[in-house]
């Protein structure tokens, strides 16, 4: 579970993330959605403990990240927005040594790299080098590395960035494969993918949070309304001020045309 309670982060004399609380339950799969710059990643960093929070509380299932760092870190998978990979590895001993990292060791560390394997569908590039694998392939490494120890709460930053539609729908799907007794909370600046994604959207401009609402919701809101779930969005971005936040999200809503059905 991610309990987010009046979070605030300033960097100097800038507020980032202003006054953020939510929560997250095991078994859902939520969407951070916001245009570049909202916030997000600053988020998702003070939920992994990368980043002090200024002011308010984050646990992750349980830890508090200020006073139980080791818990949080030991019970989460975190994507970075970067997915820092390390290329001239081969996938297999990649993934191996990041189960070690993880304090995996003998048979449990064999049955949790076949488990990631199978779930990432990474058995064709295994004995690849991590350089030689395609998008689609090195987004697939950084969640299998994220996920070999099995966390209980998965936080994963833009991890639908760079790839096709095809891989969009791909993906979601294995996020849903993934989702039984796991938290997961993804981040993205393109409102079809989260969409198409999640079922429930936490949207956020400026570092303040203006909607906490399901897919669902939002939708019938926008229907009932003659309206599109984009226009719904967009309206909700533009009211929390700033013209290029509403056209960061309106241009990549435009973009994967096959993923716009939005469930
Ligand atoms: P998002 O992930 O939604 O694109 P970020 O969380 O990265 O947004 O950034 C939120 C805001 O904080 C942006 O205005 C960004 O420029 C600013 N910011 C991010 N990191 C730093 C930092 N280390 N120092 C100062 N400002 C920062």
Known sequence: MIEVDHV?????????????????????????????????????KMMCTWLPVTKGSIRIAGFDVTKQ??????????????????????????????????????????????????QCILGDVLGKRVSECSKGYRQRIGVAAALVHDPKVILLDEPTHGLDPLQVVAFRDFLRSLRDGRTI???????????????????????????????????????????????????????????AGYGAIASDAAEPATTGAVR
């Not at 304090?103 to 560390?109: A, D, E, I, N, V």
């Not at 897919?215 to 700033?242: H, N, P």
């Open 8 to 44: 605030t982060k300033r960097y100097g004399a800038f507020t980032a993330v202003d006054d953020v609380s939510f929560t997250v339950q095991p078994g859902e799969i939520v969407g951070f959605l916001g245009p570049n710059g909202a916030g997000k990643s600053t988020l998702l």
């Open 69 to 118: 760092p080791h818990g949080v870190r030991a019970s989460l998978g975190y994507l970075t927005e970067h997915n820092a990979l390390y290329d001239s590895m081969r996938v297999d001993r990649f993934l191996r040594f990041m189960g070690k990292m993880r304090g995996l060791s003998g048979r449990h560390l064999d049955e949790r790299l076949a488990w990631v394997s199978r």
């Open 185 to 243: 909370l993804f981040s993205s600046h393109n409102l079809a993918e989260v969409a198409s994604i999640s079922e429930r959207l936490l949207i956020i401009n400026r570092g303040k949070l203006l909607a906490d609402e399901t897919v669902d919701g939002i939708s019938e809101r926008a229907a009932s309304a003659g309206r599109t779930l984009e226009d719904v969005v967009l309206d909700i971005v533009r009211k929390s001020g700033g013209s």
